[in-house]
Protein backbone atom coordinates (compact mmCIF):
# COMPACT_ATOMS: atom_id res chain seq x y z
CA UNK A 1 0.00 0.00 0.00
CA UNK A 2 1.66 3.37 -0.83
CA UNK A 3 1.39 6.41 1.79
CA UNK A 4 1.40 10.01 0.49
CA UNK A 5 2.08 13.37 2.36
CA UNK A 6 1.44 16.78 -0.02
CA UNK A 7 3.90 19.24 0.88
CA UNK A 8 4.58 22.89 -0.87
CA UNK A 9 1.91 25.09 0.12
CA UNK A 10 1.93 28.39 1.46
CA UNK A 11 0.57 31.68 1.16
CA UNK A 12 1.35 33.48 -2.23
CA UNK A 13 0.08 36.65 -4.03
CA UNK A 14 -2.07 36.43 -7.19
CA UNK A 15 0.19 35.64 -9.64
CA UNK A 16 3.16 33.88 -8.40
CA UNK A 17 3.82 30.11 -8.21
CA UNK A 18 3.72 26.94 -6.17
CA UNK A 19 5.38 24.13 -6.49
CA UNK A 20 3.70 20.91 -4.90
CA UNK A 21 5.30 17.80 -3.48
CA UNK A 22 4.00 14.56 -2.94
CA UNK A 23 6.01 11.69 -1.58
CA UNK A 24 5.00 8.20 -1.79
CA UNK A 25 6.27 5.86 0.47
CA UNK A 26 5.98 1.77 -0.33
CA UNK A 27 7.73 0.07 -3.22
CA UNK A 28 4.99 0.42 -5.81
CA UNK A 29 4.85 3.94 -6.62
CA UNK A 30 5.94 3.56 -10.42
CA UNK A 31 3.36 0.72 -10.94
CA UNK A 32 0.21 3.63 -10.49
CA UNK A 33 -0.82 6.65 -12.26
CA UNK A 34 -1.03 9.38 -10.04
CA UNK A 35 -3.40 12.41 -9.39
CA UNK A 36 -3.49 16.01 -7.59
CA UNK A 37 -7.11 17.27 -6.46
CA UNK A 38 -8.14 20.15 -4.15
CA UNK A 39 -10.83 21.00 -1.61
CA UNK A 40 -11.98 24.63 -0.90
CA UNK A 41 -14.09 25.53 2.11
CA UNK A 42 -17.06 24.52 1.02
CA UNK A 43 -16.75 23.13 -1.96
CA UNK A 44 -16.77 18.98 -2.82
CA UNK A 45 -13.18 17.78 -3.62
CA UNK A 46 -12.25 18.57 -7.93
CA UNK A 47 -9.75 16.99 -10.10
CA UNK A 48 -6.95 18.95 -10.96
CA UNK A 49 -4.50 17.08 -12.53
CA UNK A 50 -3.10 13.21 -13.34
CA UNK A 51 0.13 12.12 -15.04
CA UNK A 52 1.02 8.37 -16.01
CA UNK A 53 3.18 5.81 -14.16
CA UNK A 54 5.33 6.40 -16.49
CA UNK A 55 5.10 10.31 -16.90
CA UNK A 56 4.01 9.79 -20.83
CA UNK A 57 0.29 11.17 -20.65
CA UNK A 58 -1.23 14.15 -18.62
CA UNK A 59 -4.37 15.40 -17.98
CA UNK A 60 -5.72 18.70 -16.85
CA UNK A 61 -8.77 20.17 -15.95
CA UNK A 62 -9.67 23.28 -18.04
CA UNK A 63 -9.74 25.87 -14.87
CA UNK A 64 -5.80 24.68 -14.73
CA UNK A 65 -5.10 23.59 -18.05
CA UNK A 66 -1.83 26.11 -19.30
CA UNK A 67 -1.19 27.48 -15.67
CA UNK A 68 -0.38 23.78 -13.97
CA UNK A 69 2.23 21.44 -14.61
CA UNK A 70 2.15 17.60 -13.27
CA UNK A 71 5.19 15.76 -12.99
CA UNK A 72 6.78 12.65 -11.31
CA UNK A 73 10.19 11.08 -10.52
CA UNK A 74 9.69 7.70 -9.82
CA UNK A 75 13.13 6.85 -8.83
CA UNK A 76 12.32 9.58 -5.91
CA UNK A 77 8.74 8.11 -5.41
CA UNK A 78 7.70 12.15 -5.70
CA UNK A 79 4.69 13.59 -8.08
CA UNK A 80 4.83 17.57 -8.23
CA UNK A 81 2.38 19.95 -9.42
CA UNK A 82 4.06 23.57 -10.55
CA UNK A 83 1.63 26.07 -10.20
CA UNK A 84 2.16 29.49 -11.99
CA UNK A 85 -0.11 32.37 -12.21
CA UNK A 86 -1.65 31.45 -9.53
CA UNK A 87 -5.64 33.16 -8.43
CA UNK A 88 -7.40 33.62 -5.94
CA UNK A 89 -9.57 30.71 -7.39
CA UNK A 90 -6.72 28.00 -6.75
CA UNK A 91 -6.79 28.81 -3.34
CA UNK A 92 -7.54 25.05 -1.32
CA UNK A 93 -5.76 22.18 0.65
CA UNK A 94 -4.32 19.70 -2.61
CA UNK A 95 -4.00 16.41 -1.80
CA UNK A 96 -2.64 13.46 -4.09
CA UNK A 97 -3.75 10.77 -4.68
CA UNK A 98 -3.55 7.42 -7.02
CA UNK A 99 -5.96 7.30 -10.30
CA UNK A 100 -7.27 4.24 -11.70
CA UNK A 101 -6.53 3.56 -15.00
CA UNK A 102 -8.43 1.89 -17.84
CA UNK A 103 -6.89 0.66 -21.29
CA UNK A 104 -3.90 1.97 -20.82
CA UNK A 105 -5.25 5.61 -20.76
CA UNK A 106 -5.56 7.46 -16.93
CA UNK A 107 -8.65 8.71 -15.68
CA UNK A 108 -9.73 11.34 -12.94
CA UNK A 109 -11.18 8.85 -10.74
CA UNK A 110 -9.01 8.24 -7.55
CA UNK A 111 -8.29 5.40 -5.37
CA UNK A 112 -6.67 4.07 -2.48
CA UNK A 113 -5.71 6.22 0.24
CA UNK A 114 -6.23 10.26 0.14
CA UNK A 115 -3.29 10.88 2.83
CA UNK A 116 -2.40 14.51 4.29
CA UNK A 117 -2.95 17.42 1.74
CA UNK A 118 -1.15 20.94 1.56
CA UNK A 119 -2.68 23.99 2.11
CA UNK A 120 -2.35 27.34 -0.81
CA UNK A 121 -3.53 30.39 0.14
CA UNK A 122 -3.95 33.16 -2.81
CA UNK A 123 -3.82 36.87 -1.81
CA UNK A 124 -5.02 39.33 -4.06
Known amino acids: QVQLVASGGGLVQAGGSLRLSCAASGRSFSDYAMGWFRQAPGKEREFVSAISWSGGNTDYADAVKGRFTISRDNAKNTVYLQMNSLKSEDAAVYYC?????????????????WGQGTQVTVSS
Open 97 to 113: VAVLTSDGRISRRPFGS
